[in-house]
C-alpha cells in the first residue's frame, strides 16, 4: 500500500471471520492493481456514520454484509434495480461522490450455476427451501433470468408468500410451507436450491427435506459451502441427482463486485484458490 492505493472493504458485523478481504486482495494482486481490502466492523448505531466516511475518505466502494444489507439501503444516493427488487445492497460503489447499492449476490448465484454445471434455465421449475435474505437474491435473481416457475417452501410461511410475491413479477411464483411438501412436489422440480443453514457446520447431519424425496431427474444446489459437501448434496449424488455447491456463489458475487469497482474481469480461479485454502485451514 501507499499514497495511491484505492480503499475498498467490507462493512458487517462481525466481519472478523470474513474470507473477503483474503479473496479480494488477492485478486488485486494478480492483476497489478493498487488497490485494498480491509474489513470493519460497523454497529449498527455507526452505519451512517461508516457510509459517510466512504465519501470522505474516497473509498472506490466497500461490500456489506449482515447486519447491514437492508439498512444501508436508506444511506445510498442510488439503488440498482435488482438490488431494489432483491430489497438488500451487498455493495456500494462510489462513482465520483454518487453512492450507488448493487446486489451482486444473486447474479453471482446464476453465474455460478451456469457455470459449474450444464443447467439451463429457460423452461426450468425451481423448489427453493427457505426465504431469508439469501433466497431473496437467489429467487429474485432466477426469476429475473428467466426460469419457468418459482417454487418457496419455508418454515415460516408468510415469509414465503412474500418472496412469492416479490419473484411473481417476473415468472410465475408459489409460496408452500415447508411442513406441506411433499415428493409429488419434488417430481415436478428442475432444480432444487436449500438457502437455509440446515446442514451448516457444525450440525453438518441435518437434512433440510426428507431424503426420500430426492430423484435422479434433480439438480440439488445448496448455498451453504461450510462443509462444502453437505449432507443433502451427499443424499442427492446417492440418489443419481446432480449437485452443485455453494462456494462458486461466494466467489462469483465477489468476482462481480471486483468488476463493479475495478472495470475488470476478476481472476476466479485465483479468488477460489484463495477461499479454498482457508476453508482447509
Ligand atoms: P437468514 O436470512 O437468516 O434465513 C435463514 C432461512 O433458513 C430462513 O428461511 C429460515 O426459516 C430457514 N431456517 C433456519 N433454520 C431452519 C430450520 N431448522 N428448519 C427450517 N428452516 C430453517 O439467512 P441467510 O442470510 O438467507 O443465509 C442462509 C444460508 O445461506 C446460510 O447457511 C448461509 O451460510 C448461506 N449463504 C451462502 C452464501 C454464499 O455465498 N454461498 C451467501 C449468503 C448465504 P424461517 O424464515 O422460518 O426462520
Redesign the pocket.
Known sequence: MNNQTVMTGLFGNPVAQSMSPAMQNAAFQKLGLNFAYAAFPVANENLQDAVNGIKALGFRGVNVT?PHKVEIMAYLDEIDEEAKDIGAVNTIVNDGGKLIGYNT?GAGYVRSLLQETSFRLEGKRVLVI??????RAVSISLARHGVKQIMIA???VD?AKMLADRAARYTEAKAID?DNLDSNTLSNTDLLIN????G?YPQVDDL?IPREYLHSGLLVSD???NPMKTRILKEAAQAGASTHE?LG??IH?GALAFKLWTGNEAPIDVMRNVVLEKLRG
Not at 427457505?130 to 433466497?135: K, L, M, S
Not at 438457502?195 to 440446515?198: D, H, L, Q
Request: proline share 4%.
Open positions: 449482515i449476490d427457505g426465504a431469508g435474505g439469501a433466497a419455508n418454515r415460516s415469509k415447508l438457502t437455509t443453514s440446515v451448516m433440510p448455498l451453504i459451502y455453494g456463489m461466494f458475487q
